[in-house]
């Protein structure tokens, strides 16, 4: 999918291709939702899964430590793929990130 680079812009971008989920990797901890579609937030970062621990959905930071595998790393994000569609609520709906941009043709800022 060709989608803006923009963090909230990219997920507008998948909204409006028609994602009903969106996993959104961060290794800063971005601090975001969207306004129709759930985010779920995967981090890989121990540094920033610690410090913004509110904001993140799904902590694969062990697995550079091998304390968990590739193949349960997966498992950890498609478990929380599920329980999103059987309607838990995301960290980034529970905080209420309901975000939203419209790209335009041209520079963004």
Request: charged residues 20%.
């Amino acid at each position: 999918m060709d989608t803006p680079g923009n963090d909230i812009l990219t997920m507008t971008g998948l909204a409006a291709g028609g994602a009903h989920i969106i996993i959104f990797t961060t290794g800063r901890g971005t601090p975001m939702g969207f306004a129709t579609v759930p985010v779920i937030k995967v981090c890989s970062s121990p540094k920033t899964t610690y410090v913004m621990e509110e904001n993140i959905d799904v902590d694969i930071s062990p697995l550079f430590f091998s304390k968990i595998s590739l193949s349960e790393a997966g498992r950890l994000i498609f478990n929380s793929i599920i329980d999103t569609a059987r309607g838990k609520l995301t960290k980034a709906e529970i905080l209420n990130h309901r975000e939203f941009g419209i790209h335009r043709i041209g520079p963004t800022l």
